[in-house]
């Protein structure tokens, strides 16, 4: 099926033990596969800059690192620009840092107080944030978050209203989201976080890819539901119970990451909702009634929002384009 | 098509070598320094200048990170990954350069892929190959991609990128496992339906 490149060279690394242990579990074919890949991959290192920039670099900052060295002592400042490291850095550096992270961020429509940020993904555009502890996460149109800066050791964060998708990093102190309705725990792991409070049926959605993740109610905070990777669960507005959902495909939820548009069994409003912010228009359904009318929409990569609109009417609406967004109106029935 | 030069770049050394060198820069060794320097410099500028894009930040991102080794010596340990540790700080160097000016997303740049030479048909097959393999990877998740291309082509085990990324070595196996299979599928439809 995938065929060798004639001039891929033999591999620099190979393939490492855990993964091909991990590849037990496939068939033997689709095993025999994934080492092919594996191997293909190599010809990726076709494109780099040449040997000899390599080393010519490599002189120069040797050069440049030996004067710095020796310049180096307990009280003189670094003669190269601060730096953020990874691990824990000075007081003052780190605040250095932080306001260089907090200018980038400004630009982007992150407005601060005192210590707390909040950030809000623009109609139209999605965001990447990343957390003072490393944990970032991706917001989805019109998605609107805060937090403090973690410095008491705690791990919160409000989703006021949207979509995030979570990527936290391990550690041993919990990390929270707390939505209108539900709380979201976890220790470390990818998830998605769906909580949209003006929905036609508002909810708390919860999509694990990685780990373990537990939801609960806001008011019954000890009624704690455990959701695994692949596994995901609503907690509904009027309800305090968080219940398991089946999903039509299992990475459904995060379609939107690579830009598709997938809800099974929503209500005709919520899609519309979920148009506008994606697409930054406007969209009007007639009679309003019709806003409550379930459909499912399942698009892997559409090109554009008509064609969304088109698949979603199919026999039961007309649409039309009006300036600045579309509107949505029930077929008159025979 | 794989240039040559490509494999003048020496793979890191082996696992003892770097415990080695981090006992004795915890001493502060200048000989290990520029040993370890002298070993560990190519793969890094490759590493950084993939996110910056440009040689020149590359230059500086590896250069703030042996310099902040050095002044953080004392504090090294030994029984934890120092070639880890390297890759993380160039990782947050470059990923701070980036938020500057927004490049390749960890992705090797485009510059490069055009060879004037005239080719050969095998040579300009393999050529598309290896575009459409940068497009299949610059596509996958951003964390499977990045698991994927520290195993692949850093040749970091599952433990270090567990250090650089953050994550236990079982999510680091699942991300690597994940971005094969999502390869698998986007290569294997590319070879089903292959463009003219």
Known sequence: MIDQ????????YPIPTDILAAFEAETTEESALLREVWDLTEGYYGQEPEALWYRNTGVAIWQDLQVAMKRESPEKRSPLRLIISPWKVARPMRYAAMAACIAV????????????TSIKAPYGEQLVHELPDGSTLRLNSGARISYNDFGDGNRNIKLTDGEVFFDVTESVVPFHVHTFNGIVTVLGTTFNVRAWSDDTEASTDVS???GVVRLASRKTPDNVMVIKAGHAARLADNTHTPVAVEMTEPDQAISWLSGGFKYSNHTIGTIANELERRYDIQIKVSPREFQNVRKGILKENPANVEEIIRDICELTCVYH?????????????? | MVKSSAYEVAPPPQDEAFVRWSTRIQSSDQRAFSE?????????LRYAWRYTGEREAARDVVQDAFF????????VDP??????LLYTMVRNLALNSKRAAQHTNGVFPEHGLVDSTPSVDQKVQAEMLNAHLRQCISELPKRRREAFMLSRYE???HSEIAQVMGLTPRTVNTHIVLALKDLRKRLGALQADPSP
């Open chain 1, 105 to 116: 961020l400004l630009s982007i429509g992150m407005v601060l107080s005192d210590n707390s």
């Open chain 1, 208 to 210: 694990v890819q990685t």
């Open chain 1, 5 to 12: 490149n004639p001039s891929t060279p033999p591999n620099r």
């Open chain 2, 36 to 44: 370890l320097f002298e070993a560990m410099h190519p793969v890094l």
């Open chain 2, 79 to 84: 029984s934890r990954s120092l070639k880890a």
């Open chain 1, 321 to 334: 384009s009006v300036p600045g967004g579309y509107v949505i109106a029930q077929r008159e029935s025979e």
């Open chain 2, 155 to 157: 040749g970091l085990s």
């Open chain 2, 68 to 75: 902040k080794l050095w002044q953080i010596r004392e504090t």
